[in-house]
């Protein structure tokens, strides 16, 4: 079936690690993002990227790094100068990078700091 | 800057009934995008309905549709014949036609509860 995978569901992280989440898609869209959701809020831009080894900063990209190496993948790193990285966290992609395309989402990973 | 507002934190609705979920938003764009996006305990974020700005005529999903009024901006959501599983977080969001980003702006989310 086609769709967004994000791995893994659950992560914990120690304070000083950087964790990275995986998302792949085989739906051959071009754009990827990255959210951010925290309890009783919508959706923050973290990343985003519309080709292969291209990619820009969002609304809150300070603590975070993407690589988009492969059309399919756009793994997010957490690092450790994200102050407060614990959070539930979207991949989502589009087609293209054309706005009326509808962006569609993973089923998101959850990250606690410990 | 655009923002996107859902003034109605939590709504509630007997099964079976029909309920409208607010939602207001500010832009100085003449043409964008305009989404709501369900999301149930499992998290994952579902789209709803969409509506082009350049089209007068309002969109539906069968039991979902939309009220788009264009120079009031605002967008609202009615579910007809509410069932259990519409229970969820409701987000509506905007895109901007012409964005180098092409990002979603969000709501706050509005929860819906569905009374059995």
């Known amino acids: 079936d086609g769709g967004i995978t994000q791995s893994p569901k659950y992560l914990f992280r120690k304070e000083g690690q950087n964790v990275t989440l995986s998302c792949e898609q085989n739906?051959?869209?071009?754009?990827m993002y990255w959210y951010r959701q925290d309890p009783g809020q919508g959706l923050r831009l973290i990343y985003y990227s519309q080709i292969v080894n291209d990619f820009q900063k969002g609304d809150i990209a300070e603590g975070y790094s993407v690589s988009r190496e492969k059309k399919e993948s756009f793994p997010l790193t957490v690092t450790s100068a994200q102050k407060n990285p614990t959070a539930f966290y979207l991949c989502a992609s589009s087609m293209d990078r054309y706005s009326g395309n509808t962006i569609y989402f993973g089923e998101g990973s959850w990250l606690t700091v410990v | 800057a655009q923002t996107v507002t859902q003034s109605q934190p939590e709504m509630s609705v007997q099964e079976a009934e029909t309920v409208t979920l607010s939602c207001t938003y500010d832009t100085s764009e003449s043409d964008y995008y305009l989404f709501w996006y369900k999301q149930p305990p499992s998290r994952q974020m579902i789209l709803v309905i969409r509506q082009e700005a350049y089209k007068q005529q309002n969109a539906t999903e069968n039991r979902f549709s939309v009220n788009f009024q264009k120079a009031a901006k605002s967008f609202s959501l009615k579910i007809s014949d509410s069932q259990l599983g519409d229970a969820a977080m409701y987000f509506c969001a905007y895109r901007p036609w012409m964005d180098s980003s092409y990002k979603l702006i969000f709501g706050s989310g509005t929860r819906l509860l569905v009374r059995p």
């Open positions: 739906l051959n869209h071009d754009a």
